[in-house]
């Protein structure tokens, strides 16, 4: 495995990094292209974004083979040296038998000398194919990973483009000082009726609080939601209640548990339903609730004034109409 700029094989040593099309480069040399061209030096794609990878590469295997390599070699030249010796020697006068024994001797000890070199050998060459297998499998991560990561930014993107066209999709009606969701109105729609069941059938107490009503409830059906699990609870068409949760999955677990309601005489006739219609929000701050879903950390009146904070370090912003808050999600998507 090496850069295709510098054609030098890649080391442990090395600093390496990728690039969004899934090419591998030394650091500096992507550096050094970067400042004569702004396409991959590959395949050519126009301004690929690049990140830091780490490779777990080994070069002693390879080392150690070609030192073996060159060790069998030099055990080679030697033996042809020796042999050459021994022609040009002149002829000695020994017993047949002891000259045969000396030969034999020398033979025997060059040939386990060559067999432990070539024993070394065949074990490095196993080494050197394991660790390349391993590398090939790196290489495929990386390029699986490379490829999940432009596949996210291409939906990130996606996603950026729809919130910032949701000032020209949502249409704004006023009704009677009422503030209506219409299914025109893009991404924001979506999300707050992922997160909106619609209860009907409900028996209340003139004077029970739809918030400790929709408590009441989880804790008929085993879920432990919190007064800051629940966005709001309000009026729908007549005596139906609109709960919208902060986040979708709080939601699905409600909804999910609605046949538990039926083993209780007080809440058998209650039924859940998805939310399709128009939402309507009573006045400015129920609709400012919303933020919730978007990151803000708390929605409150002071004074008769509605403010909101963002994170615990941040100033409390004061809201004035709807359209300063659809800018505020917007800024956060």
């Known amino acids: 495995m090496s850069c295709t700029i510098c054609f030098e094989r890649?080391?442990?040593?090395?600093?390496?990094?990728?690039?969004?099309?899934?090419?591998v480069y030394h650091h500096q040399c992507m550096q050094q292209w970067k400042n004569r061209s702004s396409s991959c030096p590959q395949c050519r794609v126009k301004n690929p974004m690049t990140h830091k990878i780490f490779l777990e590469l080994d070069d002693f295997e390879a080392n150690n083979k070609r030192?073996?390599?060159?060790?069998?070699?030099?055990?080679?030249?030697k033996i042809e040296k020796l042999e050459q010796k021994l022609r040009k020697r002149p002829p000695v006068q020994?017993?047949?038998n002891s000259l045969l024994n000396e030969l034999e001797d020398t033979l025997d000890y060059m040939l386990a000398r060559n067999a432990d070199n070539v024993e070394q050998l065949k074990t490095s060459g196993t080494k050197l194919t394991e660790l390349q297998n391993i590398c090939s499998a790196h290489e495929r991560t990386v390029?699986?990973?490379?490829?999940?990561?432009?596949?996210?930014?291409?939906?990130?993107?996606?996603?950026?483009?729809?919130?910032?066209?949701?000032?020209?999709?949502?249409?704004?009606?006023?009704?009677?000082?009422q503030i209506v969701i219409t299914a025109q109105s893009g991404c924001i729609?979506?999300?707050?009726?992922?997160?909106?069941i619609l209860i009907s059938g409900a028996v209340l107490r003139p004077s029970s609080k739809l918030l400790n009503y929709v408590l009441y409830l989880c804790r008929k059906i085993n879920l432990n939601?919190?007064?800051?699990d629940i966005v709001r609870a309000g009026k729908y068409d007549?005596?139906?209640?609109?709960?919208?949760?902060?986040?979708?999955?709080?939601?699905?677990?409600?909804?999910?548990?609605?046949?538990?309601?039926?083993?209780?005489p007080e809440t058998e006739e209650i039924e859940f339903f998805d939310v399709t219609g128009n939402i309507y929000y009573d006045n400015l701050f129920e609709y400012?609730?919303?933020?919730?879903?978007?990151?803000?950390k708390s929605v409150f009146r002071r004074a008769d004034k509605i403010f909101t904070c963002r994170t615990g370090n941040d100033d409390d912003t004061r809201l004035y109409c709807k359209e300063q808050i659809d800018e505020l999600i917007n800024e956060v998507k």
């Open 10 to 23: 890649f080391k442990g040593s090395d600093d390496l990094y990728s690039t969004s099309c899934g090419h």
């Open 67 to 77: 030192q073996l390599e060159a060790e069998l070699k030099t055990c080679h030249l």
């Open 94 to 96: 020994r017993s047949p």
């Open 143 to 177: 390029s699986s990973l490379t490829s999940s990561l432009f596949a996210v930014t291409l939906e990130k993107n996606e996603v950026t483009k729809k919130y910032n066209d949701l000032r020209n999709l949502c249409t704004r009606y006023h009704n009677s000082g």
């Open 189 to 196: 729609y979506d999300l707050i009726r992922q997160t909106s």
């Open 225 to 228: 939601f919190t007064r800051q």
């Open 238 to 264: 007549g005596d139906d209640i609109i709960v919208q949760f902060r986040f979708p999955h709080l939601k699905t677990a409600f909804a999910d548990s609605e046949h538990e309601l039926d083993f209780y």
């Open 288 to 296: 400012a609730l919303n933020l919730k879903l978007f990151g803000y």
